[in-house]
């Protein structure tokens, strides 16, 4: 008569480790490294000496001084022309190419297959090459038509709305193909003109789409640093990125304090939209990419 032997405890744990323990593991070290530099800064925001190096201990001191400090400087300013430029640019890239890519996905013209192509041609070369072009425009243009030339935010905006009008018009094009094109045909059979179908149909249907690339043009739009320092000039004008800068430009007289405080207060927003729209970002995403 045969006796079951029982597995041994420590090699039934490591089965366990191998097979699944691993990933918990690999995980955990991910967001420690994710979050430790959030940490870090955090802490220096409420400490009172304004620098990163001293005392290597995180919220030794919790202190309101760096955010006392802010408020009287022109921080609330930038926070004020960094939300417009952001709302404004947000809102024209998302009808700029939900536009574009309901012409491209509903539409068959002579082109078509060559402007697609040009649009994915004209992305591969860096933005930072345009830079010195968009100067000379800017200034060419604000001779004619100050409001949009250097130093203005409409001037910016414009800039914004050019440079992210191709990747959106991609990325919506491919979710726009996952619509059937049967709702279309049955609107036009009930007296629909492409304008309602557009306004009332397809705007609605794809509203995860819609979403990610309102979130990705706000989130570009608050950390760009070169471009609203290339065309922004004058101080109160000014935009997040470019105002933070100025706390730690010198060397000799950096104030890490009321940087982390201002970058902690510009980040906050961004993230809580990020988490309140999550599930937007990955339906959107993800059905844009099977059928695209």
């Known amino acids: ?77 930038w926070v004020r022309n960094t939300l417009v430029i952001a709302v404004v640019t947000a809102i024209g890239t998302v009808l700029l190419g939900a536009a574009a890519a309901y012409a491209f996905s509903r539409f068959r013209f002579r082109g078509r297959r060559g402007l697609l192509m040009g649009l994915l041609i004209i992305q591969m070369f860096p933005q930072i090459l345009a830079f010195v072009a968009l100067f000379l425009l800017l200034t060419a243009l604000g001779e004619v038509v100050p409001a949009l030339g250097l130093d203005s935010h409409v001037g910016l905006i414009m800039v914004y709305l050019g440079g992210a009008l191709g990747v959106n018009t991609f990325l919506m094009y491919g979710f726009f193909n996952t619509v059937p094109r049967e709702i279309d045909e049955a609107a036009r059979v009930d007296g629909a003109s492409h304008a309602q179908i557009f306004w009332r149909l397809i705007l609605r249907l794809t509203a995860p789409i819609l979403v990610v690339v309102g979130l990705l043009s706000v989130i570009g739009t608050v950390s760009d640093f070169i471009l609203p320092k290339v065309i922004l000039q004058s101080q109160n004008k000014w935009t997040l990125a470019v105002g933070l800068f100025q706390f730690v430009s010198e060397s000799n007289n950096a104030n890490w304090g009321i940087f982390a405080i201002g970058s902690v207060i510009a980040a906050t927003p961004v993230v809580i939209l990020f988490l309140f729209l999550q599930r937007y970002i990955v339906s959107g995403l993800t059905a844009g990419a099977v059928k695209g």
């Open 1 to 77: 008569m045969t006796t079951l032997t029982r597995p041994h405890a420590s090699t039934s744990t490591w089965h366990r480790f191998r097979d699944v323990g691993w990933r918990h593991a690999f995980a955990l070290f991910v967001c420690l490294y994710a979050i430790f530099p959030i940490v870090v800064i955090v802490s220096t925001a409420f400490r009172d000496t304004g620098t990163l190096v001293g005392s290597n201990r995180l919220f030794e001191s919790i202190s309101l001084n760096n955010l006392n400090d802010l408020n009287e400087t022109m921080f609330w300013t």
